[in-house]
């Protein structure tokens, strides 16, 4: 079992450019989660999907963000255009039955937006 | 009424002392109740959890103590150690729905 499998593991980009957050759950999990996490407010739940399917995205924070699971095994996250603000760690996790099941966290994406 | 508030923010213990950790919800429609550990560098990962019908459960020197009356929830680590120094996240969930979490607790288990 490799776990959740994210990339990049660090990616810096400049304000105004797209940048694209790639994650792999562990095969035969049905639920997806993408967090974002900060000192100042800690993990935040972004959006998560059951089924290939998205559930309830309210923790998205504007329409600059945007995330996509076309299949069981793949799922982005997408920002577009970043601004500093943005910058923080983003952390992919999957879970066999949502919430009641461990989540598995991925060792997360440090996004820098200068 | 969705949120999890978790205390003390930061938190120094000496090598074989007692951490302590409390966690407080309004939702009484919250029914799963997960501690997560996590390393830097790394993502969190599942320490213990318990559900409202108990009000401990021990697993090696981790408990959690459950109060529902009061809403709040604790986690206490004994005889703490420096390889515990980590953060940790308290946090609630409704059946199989979304996980929400505290804001965390950064650990030093003084050598």
């Known amino acids: 079992d490799a776990g959740v499998i994210q990339s990049p593991r660090h990616e810096v980009t400049e304000m105004g450019q797209e940048v694209t957050l790639r994650c792999k759950p562990i095969?035969?999990?049905?639920?997806l989660f993408w967090y974002r996490q900060t000192m100042m407010r800690g993990l935040e739940l972004l959006i998560y999907f059951n089924n290939n399917v998205p559930i309830d995205d309210s923790g998205m924070p504007e329409d600059r963000f945007s995330a996509k699971m076309p299949n069981a095994s793949f799922s982005t996250l997408k920002i577009q255009p970043s601004e500093p603000r943005d910058s923080a760690v983003y952390f992919c996790?999957?879970?066999?039955?949502?919430?009641?099941?461990?989540?598995?966290f991925g060792n997360g994406t440090r996004l820098t937006v200068t | 009424q969705q949120q999890v508030k978790q205390s003390p923010q930061s938190l120094i213990v000496q090598k074989g002392g007692i951490s302590i950790i409390n966690c407080a919800y309004e939702n009484t429609a919250f029914d799963y109740f997960p501690w997560y550990q996590q390393f830097p560098g790394k993502g969190p990962a599942l320490l213990i959890a318990?559900?409202?019908?108990?009000s401990e459960k021990k697993e090696g020197r981790f408990t959690i103590s459950f109060n529902k009356s009061a809403k709040q929830f604790s986690l206490h680590i004994m005889d703490s150690q420096p390889g515990d120094s980590a953060t940790y996240f308290c946090?609630?969930?409704?059946?199989?729905?979304?996980?929400?979490f505290g804001k965390g607790t950064r650990l030093h288990i003084l050598p």
């Open positions: 946090a609630a969930s409704i059946w199989d729905d979304k996980i929400i």
């Open positions: 318990i559900r409202p019908d108990v």
């Open positions: 095969s035969g999990h049905n639920s």
């Open positions: 996790a999957s879970s066999r039955t949502g919430g009641r099941s461990p989540l598995h």
